[in-house]
């Protein structure tokens, strides 16, 4: 099966590679085409001042070439990252490692995503992160129901286990370096369109709004594959015509507040749930650097969003009180994965392609993930960027993907469909997480991205305690008119 | 029995219960972003367009009308922001049977001596329907000690002949049980196959039941519903692999 499908490729290859009718074809003249096209974008990036990008070749008629998939090359392949997130930073770092010429595009090298910033013990160990990027490590976690019932779910973290908090501005920055240093360019701009001027198996040319040196210019960059890391707002997703995700809007708000206070928080996370911080999602307070943020997310209903916002202000209470307000930030969080996540030589990873969980709202790690495997694919199936890839291999990141986290999102699934559901099912579920068996199993499972067997009796226990918990708070409810159908519209 | 008129409350304003017979399904509360802004000294980041295009707070899995019933933020809540006229509109918890953040049961005693448990739940019914309009700050001083699992399961019985009892049997059970089978085998996603993944068969076991319970799925309508919640997800998944042969993992 796979070696047929190898020999019709290079049979195609071969009718394909006639140069001269790659040659023979005229760039198509678009009306919006920017810059110079005489030029190629690499050589004008090079004139940049002090610019990191350091390419000074000349446009080789050889480069332009159509090259289909499979087919060797006379040079490196060429991969365009566009964003500089932990998907992106991961992604060019995979494949800058593999010896494949990468760009790595970033709009704003400071910039500080709106973001809880936890991650996963995992993570740090996965990606060899430095101590000094863990602001906190959180080992109590609290989680709150709508009537107040406080459970303290990190009782059963080992002395060495915790959540790292940490900053975006930092983490990313971090990632991006070590891109960089292992032989990514990175170009600071924004990053406005792309094009293909040579059919599907040609290169794509990009845009853009480049920020490097003293003034800004338009560059052109042309490259033979782009990953689409620019997070949930995604251009190059855009541009594909990869289709929509549902998405939750996430607002918080970061809070100075005083010593005594900040102590309390010193490490510990709170999780609040009811109908009054979201219908169909938690409100937090985790500890910053040195102040906590405060959010809340939901997905359907949007605009009341900054009633929330003041609702969990209000369900933290005096824990937070006379604080100042440093910051306001809100973004857009995906709910699902996008209808198309690879077409042709592009692919979307991390938020872009709609990798945050339900449930724990969590995509850090899995941008992070995501773009390694990404690269990693790029990297072996362009045989360390020597030959060129197409769709099918850019597959092989997709189906690994797939194959290796479905289960946990769609774990998370459930567990958001039952437990956000009422505050009737969010007070079974906060009843529910006191026992702790369930502590471990979600720690294990948060902590270590695995799953490890459990124990038949406990889990009969908790099944039974499950149902138990779920009665009871529903027998307790007063009924408020039907509840959402969360799902299809 | 717990007469409802033995939970006082205080009200300095009769707004809330206003607020609440006039719920709008969808929440009309808008304030001008110059006066957020000012309010926190710092700029105000989300803030809906008038109509027409849909802003983007209005898209992507908003829900309006008949489907956002009962999910506006809590009347308190939107009480507070909508006037800014001074008098709050707070309701409080209070009973004197509540003593130290749980309910004293010596105050429950029946005439027979022992512990009525129907004016428990009556009154941690109305303890909890008042905290869903007016929701309380949690505190680091006083924590919640009640925990429902003390009423023993005869009294739930009793209280409610426990409908939802009924609904579990037999049918209803092996339908659902089944159906989450059918869509493991369907979509091919297999977390029927991590059988050793403990937190994937509770979650199954826990959602099909858990479904069973919250909805009411006494009419077949509602099951289709439920099957297309159940799958909507893995839909969406796999959307990504309509018509694509999948590569071979080890390629
Ligand atoms: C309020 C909030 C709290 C969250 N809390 C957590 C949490 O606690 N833990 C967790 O794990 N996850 C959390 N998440 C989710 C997490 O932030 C995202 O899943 C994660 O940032 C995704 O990373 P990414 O690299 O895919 O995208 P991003 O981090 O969004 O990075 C995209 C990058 O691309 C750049 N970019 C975009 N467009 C262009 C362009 N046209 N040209 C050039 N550059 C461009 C952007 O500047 C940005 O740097 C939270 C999200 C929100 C909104």
């Known amino acids: 099966m796979k070696t047929i499908s190898r020999m019709t490729m290079v049979a195609g290859t071969k009718a394909a590679a006639a140069p001269g009718s790659v040659r023979a074809r005229a760039p198509l003249a678009t009306p919006n085409r920017i810059g110079n096209t005489a030029r190629s974008a690499v050589s004008q990036m090079a004139g940049a001042p002090a610019g990191r990008v350091v390419v000074s070749r000349r446009r080789d008629l050889s480069l332009n070439a159509v090259y289909q998939d499979g087919q060797k090359l006379d040079r490196p392949l060429r991969v ?82 915790y959540i790292g908090m940490t900053r975006r501005e930092i983490l990313d920055d971090y990632l991006r370096q ?56 995604s251009r190059v997703a855009k541009i594909i015509d990869a289709g929509d995700f549902d998405y939750a809007i996430a607002y918080q708000e970061r809070i100075r507040i005083d010593d005594d206070r900040m102590k309390f928080y010193e490490n510990l996370a709170e ?61 857009p969080i995906p709910e699902h994965p996008r209808p198309k996540r690879i077409e042709g030589r592009v692919a979307l990873v991390g938020d872009a392609a709609g990798y945050v969980t339900k449930c724990s709202g969590e995509g850090i790690y899995f941008a992070a993930k995501s773009g390694r495997m990404c690269g990693e694919a790029i990297a072996a199936r362009s045989k360390q960027g020597t030959q060129m890839i197409g769709e099918r291999d850019l597959r092989t990141y997709l189906s690994k993907w797939d194959r290796k986290y479905w289960p946990t999102y769609k774990v998370l699934d459930i567990l958001q469909k039952v437990f956000y559901r009422s505050n009737a099912a969010r007070e079974a579920f906060v009843e529910m997480c006191s026992s702790e068996y369930v502590q471990r199993m979600t720690f294990d499972s948060y902590l270590y991205k695995t799953v490890v067997p459990g124990n038949p009796i406990s889990d009969l226990k908790l099944l039974w305690g499950t149902v138990g918990s779920i009665l009871r708070s529903n027998a ?9 159908t969360f799902g299809r519209k | 029995m717990a007469a409802p008129a033995s939970t006082s409350m ?47 707070l209005e898209k992507g899995g908003t829900l309006d009308g008949e489907k956002a019933l ?26 004197e049977r509540w003593v130290n953040q749980t309910w004293d049961l010596s105050q429950f005693s029946g005439s027979d001596g022992n512990t009525d448990w129907d004016a428990v739940i009556d009154a ?92 009411s799925t006494s009419d077949l309508g509602k099951l289709k519903g439920l099957w297309e919640e159940a799958t909507f997800y893995d839909e969406q998944w796999n959307k990504s692999w309509e018509g694509v042969e999948r590569p071979e993992d080890d390629e």
């Open chain 1, 80 to 161: 365009a990252i566009v964003g500089g997130g932990p998907a992106g930073a991961c992604a060019a770092e995979e494949c800058a490692k593999a010896g494949i010429e990468t760009f790595m595009v970033e709009r704003k090298m400071d910039n500080c995503k709106p973001c809880g910033g936890a991650i996963p013990l995992c993570m740090i160990d996965e990606f060899d992160l430095p101590s000094e990027i863990i602001d906190r490590k959180v080992n109590r976690m609290k989680m709150i129901s709508p009537s107040n019932v406080e459970v303290d779910i990190g009782s059963t973290l080992k002395p060495n286990e």
């Open chain 1, 178 to 233: 070590r891109a960089e240093e292992n032989g990514a360019k990175v170009i600071n701009g924004l990053f406005m369109g792309m094009e293909q001027k040579e059919g599907e198996k040609g290169p794509w040319t990009m845009k853009i709004n480049s920020y490097e040196g003293e003034e800004k210019k338009k560059v052109d960059l042309e490259v033979d594959v782009v990953v689409g890391a620019d997070g949930a707002n």
């Open chain 1, 271 to 331: 999780m609040y749930v009811g109908d009054d911080v979201s219908p169909d999602f938690y409100g937090w307070v985790f500890p910053k650097y040195d102040h906590v943020g405060v959010g809340t997310g939901t997905v359907i209903n949007k605009p009341a969003i900054k009633e929330y916002q003041d609702a969990i202000r209000d369900r933290a209470g005096d824990k937070i009180s006379g604080g100042q307000i440093i910051k306001i930030e809100a973004h």
């Open chain 1, 476 to 484: 307790l409810r007063v009924s408020q008119g039907p509840t959402v």
């Open chain 2, 10 to 56: 205080t009200r300095t304003t009769r707004r809330t219960t206003l607020f609440r017979a006039a719920r709008a399904p969808r929440v009309t509360v808008r304030r001008s972003p110059v006066s957020r802004a000012s309010e926190n000294g710092s700029t105000a980041v989300v803030e809906a367009k008038k109509e027409r295009s849909p802003s983007p």
């Open chain 2, 70 to 95: 009962g999910k506006d933020p809590a009347g308190a809540t939107k009480a507070k922001l909508n006037k800014k006229l001074g008098t709050a509109s707070e309701q409080t918890f209070e009973d």
């Open chain 2, 124 to 215: 941690e019914m109305e303890r909890r329907r008042i905290l869903e309009e007016n929701p309380s700050p949690s505190s680091l001083k006083e924590k919640v000690l009640f925990d429902t699992a003390i009423i023993p399961w005869w009294a739930w019985v009793r209280r409610f002949h426990l409908p939802e009892a009924e609904k579990i049997n037999g049918r209803a059970a092996m339908v659902g049980y089944f159906m989450a089978l059918v869509i493991d085998g369907l979509t091919g996603t297999g977390i029927w196959d991590q059988q050793n993944s403990f937190l994937g068969k509770v979650a199954l076991n826990v959602a099909v039941i858990g479904i069973m319970f919250i909805g």
